[in-house]
């Protein structure tokens, strides 16, 4: 599967990046892999930064709106997430490893989002 991924890229690092096969988004300004997902792997370190993991979500990402009664007060609250269909998990243990994760993702997981097109549609802020 390709997905384009945006990174976060120390001016210095520029030439190694490029080598790797990113390319310069002149109007968002920052560097991006446009590729077969299992290749996000040589970029971990401009992915993850200090983290150690993260989900990458690609394809089908939605709001997803439901009800919940409130365990305070009873009453019915609205609800609003993220529907992520399609996922990899990025893993630094000693390398960069992109892995298949279970369905379930937890809370606390730091997630990336990825685009595959109309990018210059998305607020740059949110990129």
Same mark, same amino acid.
């Given at each position: 599967?390709?997905?384009?991924i945006?990174?976060?890229?120390p001016?210095? +690092?520029? #030439? +190694?990046?490029?080598a $790797?096969?990113?390319?310069? %988004?002149?109007?968002i300004?920052?560097w991006?892999?446009?590729?077969?997902?299992?290749?996000?792997?040589?970029?971990g +370190?401009? =992915? $993850?930064? %200090?983290? #150690?993991? *993260?989900?990458?979500?690609? #394809?089908r990402l939605?709001? =997803? #709106?439901?009800k919940?009664?409130?365990?305070r *007060?009873?009453?019915?609250?609205?609800?609003i997430?993220?529907?992520?269909?399609?996922?990899?998990?990025l =893993?630094? %243990?000693?390398?960069?490893?992109?892995? &298949?994760? &279970?369905d379930?993702?937890e809370?606390?997981?730091?997630i990336?989002?990825?685009?595959?097109? %109309?990018?210059l549609?998305?607020?740059? $802020?949110?990129?």
């Amino acid at each position: 599967m390709r997905a384009k991924i945006y990174l976060t890229v120390p001016y210095v +690092q520029k #030439e +190694q990046v490029k080598a $790797l096969g990113a390319k310069w %988004d002149k109007e968002i300004k920052k560097w991006y892999y446009d590729g077969e997902v299992k290749n996000f792997a040589k970029f971990g +370190q401009w =992915i $993850l930064g %200090d983290d #150690e993991e *993260c989900i990458i979500a690609y #394809e089908r990402l939605c709001i =997803i #709106e439901g009800k919940r009664h409130c365990y305070r *007060c009873k009453k019915e609250t609205r609800v609003i997430g993220f529907g992520i269909c399609e996922h990899s998990k990025l =893993i630094y %243990d000693k390398e960069y490893l992109i892995d &298949d994760p &279970d369905d379930t993702i937890e809370m606390d997981e730091y997630i990336f989002l990825t685009w595959i097109n %109309d990018e210059l549609d998305i607020p740059p $802020l949110l990129l």
